[in-house]
Each structure stands twice: as structure tokens, then as C-alpha cells.
């Protein structure tokens, strides 16, 4: 499959980066849903150094879990079971994004995704924390970081080019992930999980891969 071309140009600015980016369901969702669990927190108050810990602990582990499901659900290799091939509609989705990385319509979390993850987020946070409010904050920094990964990898793929330094870093990370070698470099908003398990080697060391756009399913590329 040919690429399509890039929908930005390289002299976009931020506010039209952002204008670009707020039209997808995805950064609309999770922007409602991050600023009911903050108005929430808000109401309820209850603030306590439990918050602090909570959103502590989220943060920490975000690289870790970014890691995880790229790896292990959106890289997940389909498989025959009793002649049934197994495969999972986010890893097929995901396929779709390596073959095409310029299309937006395929950077952002599927809609699909949210019926199910809002659910069984709310539900468990509230069966798991002491508090309602200890839950609210839990969901409002969680909903939030989720809206954060979002704009980092959309900007990874589009041509604007960001003005900071740790976002051109992000950028160059997934990037070598989708022009490089499909084998490293998972992390997307945040980079400390490719470093702590490795896989952010020095690019100049690494062939570049001929499984970048198929991910080795080359029946599926065809």
C-alpha cells in the first residue's frame, strides 16, 4: 500500500496543529471525559496526600503501561486456534496505522475503544479507592495523561514542527518506530519505559527494518 501524503504542511502553526487535532472524536472524548472526573474532584474536595500518592503512582507507571499495550495488544500477532484465526480489532487497527502513518484517521485511539475502557475505568477505580473523591482524581489524572498521549502522537505525524526540545525528542522516538525498526522505540508521550526495558537503542546500531509498514504480515500490506 502507497502512503497517502501528509495532510499538514510544514508551516502550520501550533494553533492550527491544535484546530486539526480537536476535530478527531478521540481528543474530543477524552477532553470531556479528563474535565467531568476534574469537576468531580472539584466538588467533592476531600483533597489529601493519598491524591498526591494516587497520581504519583499513575504517572510513574504510564511508561510502563504505554510500553505494555503497544507491545503486547497493538503489535499482538494473529494466530489459528482449532482452525479459528485469533487476532485482536485494536492490533488490526493498529496494522492499518503502520501501513499508513500520514493518515490521521488512523493515528488516533479508535472510537470502538471507548465504549468499553470509560466503563470498566470508572468501575474499577470506584471499587478500588477508599474514597470516591481518591478515585475521581485517579480517573481526572488518567483521562488526562490519556489526552496527552494523544497530541504527542498525532504530533509525531503530522508537519509541525514543535518548538521544544522534548517534544521534537518525542517525535524522533516514534517516528524511528514507524520509519526505522518496528521493534523499538514503543513509547509514545512518554519515553522512560523504552529505556527501562531497553528498547530505545542508539538508531545508528539498528538496521532499518523491512517490516516498518507490515509488521510482517505482508499478505495484510498487499
Known amino acids: 500500500m502507497t502512503p497517502s501524503t501528509p495532510q499538514t504542511e510544514a508551516t502550520m502553526t501550533l494553533a492550527d496543529a491544535g484546530r486539526v487535532f480537536i476535530r478527531f472524536t478521540s481528543p474530543r472524548v477524552l477532553a470531556i471525559t479528563a474535565a467531568v472526573a476534574w469537576m468531580l474532584k472539584s466538588v467533592e474536595g476531600d483533597w489529601s496526600r493519598t491524591d498526591a500518592l494516587v497520581a504519583g503512582t499513575i504517572l510513574l507507571l504510564w511508561p510502563v503501561q504505554e510500553w505494555l499495550l503497544h507491545v503486547f495488544v497493538l503489535h499482538f500477532r494473529p494466530f489459528k486456534l482449532f482452525g479459528r484465526t485469533i487476532d485482536l480489532l485494536n492490533a488490526r487497527e493498529h496494522r492499518k496505522h503502520h501501513r499508513d502513518p500520514w493518515n490521521l484517521s488512523l493515528v488516533f485511539i ?33 483521562f488526562t495523561l490519556s489526552l496527552h ?63 516498518v509498514r507490515s509488521l510482517g504480515l505482508e499478505s495484510e500490506a498487499a
Open 110 to 142: 479508535p472510537t470502538f475503544v471507548f465504549f468499553y475502557s470509560i466503563p470498566v475505568l470508572w468501575t474499577v477505580a470506584h471499587l478500588a479507592a477508599p474514597r470516591p473523591a481518591v478515585a475521581s482524581i485517579a480517573l481526572a489524572v488518567y
Open 149 to 211: 498521549y494523544e497530541w504527542a502522537h498525532y504530533l509525531a505525524h503530522i508537519r509541525y514542527v514543535p518548538r521544544t526540545k522534548h517534544y521534537r525528542r518525542v517525535v524522533r522516538h516514534h517516528r524511528l518506530h514507524h520509519f526505522k525498526n518496528e521493534r523499538y522505540w514503543y513509547g509514545v508521550s512518554m519515553l522512560s519505559g523504552d529505556y527501562l526495558l531497553r528498547t530505545a537503542p542508539d538508531h545508528r546500531t539498528v538496521p532499518t527494518s523491512d517490516n
